[in-house]
T-cell receptor, first 113, second 111 residues
């Protein structure tokens, strides 16, 4: 089955700096790569996703890049704010809504004011 | 605008007890899922359903059962609780081929 690895496990940045979280996956059949933000006591919330037919997607301060050849994808958060502090999960799946959505182990991001 | 609602939010069980974790969604989504999240780990799929009357096993189904009698509800049952089932449980739903929407979880401790 799919194996998703995520690094780093913890990340601290100063407010206003950028944060980058990286994931690798093993199954070449994966074509859908969502990123989730999980705040304390809450469920994961989808913040951005990318499909294998594009290499980059941006939504305001958040961007995701995908290198399908190397089987890795990354989350970039620019101009970080204290409210960005949370645990971020990457995931991989053959398609959205599939029963086989495999998650990384999470990155705890702390933005220091 | 409730989305996916899970009850209870917290529960403590004794070894060998049984309980049902409730999940309901008001978005008319066909697909529903149950995950567990252990400390420091990503979510792992327990069971899923693609519609009323249809369920199937995920990655970690042992010790759990599900049913799907309506589109809205997808309860998860633990028959003989074991310490290894201490975890946070998340329910999710989605339309076909669309991203999943998660509830806020049930934190379950088995002592």
């Amino acid at each position: 089955g799919e194996n998703v690895e995520q690094h780093p496990s913890t990340l601290s940045v100063q407010e206003g700096d950028s944060a980058v979280i990286k994931c690798t996956y093993s199954d070449s059949a994966s074509n859908y790569f969502p990123w989730y933000k999980q705040e304390l006591g809450k469920g994961p919330q989808l913040i951005i996703d990318i499909r294998s037919n594009v290499g980059e997607k941006k939504d305001q301060r958040i961007a995701v890049t995908l290198n399908k050849t190397a089987k890795h994808f990354s989350l970039h958060i620019t101009e970080t704010q204290p409210e960005d502090s949370a645990v971020y999960f990457c995931a991989a799946s053959p398609r959205p809504g599939a029963n086989n959505l495999f998650f990384g182990t999470g990155t705890r991001l702390t933005v220091i004011p | 605008n409730a989305g996916v609602t899970q009850t209870p939010k917290f529960r403590i069980l004794k070894i060998g007890q049984s309980m049902t974790l409730q999940c309901t969604q008001d978005m008319n989504h066909n697909y529903m899922y149950w995950y567990r999240q252990d400390p420091g780990m990503g979510l792992k799929l327990i069971y899923y359903s693609v519609g009323a009357g249809i369920t199937d096993k995920g990655e970690v189904p042992n010790g759990y059962n599900v049913s799907r009698s309506t589109t809205e509800d997808f309860p998860l049952r633990l028959e003989l609780a074991a310490p290894s089932q201490t975890s946070v449980y998340f329910c999710a739903s989605s339309p076909p081929n669309q991203p999943q929407h998660f509830g806020d979880g049930t934190r379950l401790s088995i002592l």
